[in-house]
């Protein structure tokens, strides 16, 4: 079975703090992203990364970067926490251009206070 | 205006009823179509997955895809109260990057 781990489900951080959010998949799977979901707006990327040490901004990367030095881990970063990026953040990984591939980890809900 | 339109609901139905949710979508692009169910507090699960028009069934899940009218419908027959979760349509051009309906609670009451 595949599995995309994200290693951190629950979080509460402070506004102003650096926060980490790691994920690893162990599909040796190319692609890569990062969403976050929020009630009435469902799925939003963030960001993707279609190789190591590549990364695309999505539809709401303000406020966000990631890392991809190994092709099994991306993580995203939030610099400086805001209250307004308290959120479900749902990492995903796929294999090639087709869409039955693509799965997601079970999610790390953080609350910035 | 939403690139993906979706009802969320909540859409309550007894067990055993025959349960049809939808998505609108505006970019004539896209040509591959799934659909995810997700639980409470976990992560969305592919569903079905439909690339291009026309139907596609598995079990007591049919999809349909209708590229003329940028309409797409999941059925369940049956349902069950395990049915129960939050149903998500996501669609795409280059069968990657995702684009996501806001999902559509469904309860199925026993």
């Known amino acids: 079975d595949v599995k995309v781990t994200q290693s951190s489900r629950y979080l509460v951080k402070r506004t102003g703090e650096k926060v980490f959010l790691e994920c690893v998949q162990d599909?040796?799977?190319?692609?890569m992203f990062w969403y976050r979901q929020d009630p009435g707006l469902g799925l939003r990327l963030i960001y993707f990364?279609?190789?190591?040490?590549?990364?695309e901004k999505g539809d709401i990367p303000e406020g966000y970067s990631v890392s991809r030095e190994k092709k099994e881990r991306f993580s995203l970063i939030l610099e400086s926490a805001s209250t307004n990026q308290t959120s479900m953040y749902l990492c995903a990984s796929s294999q090639g251009p087709s869409g039955n591939t693509i799965y997601f980890g079970e999610g790390s809900w953080l609350t910035v206070v | 205006q939403k690139e993906v339109e979706q009802d969320p609901g909540p859409l309550s139905v007894p067990e055993g009823a025959i349960v049809s949710l939808n998505c609108t979508y505006s970019?004539?692009?896209?040509?591959?179509f799934m659909w995810y169910r997700q639980y409470s507090r976990k992560g969305p699960e592919l569903l079905m997955y439909t690339y291009s028009s026309g139907n596609k069934e598995d079990g007591r899940f049919t999809a349909q895809v209708d590229k003329s009218s940028k309409y797409i419908s999941l059925f369940i027959r049956d349902s069950q109260p395990s049915d129960s979760a939050t149903y998500l349509c996501a669609m795409s051009d280059d069968g990657n990057k995702l684009v996501f309906g806001a999902g559509t609670i469904l309860r199925v009451k026993s």
């Open positions: 970019n004539s692009a896209f040509q591959y």
């Open positions: 599909m040796d799977h190319e692609n």
């Open positions: 990364s279609y190789d190591v040490k590549m990364k």
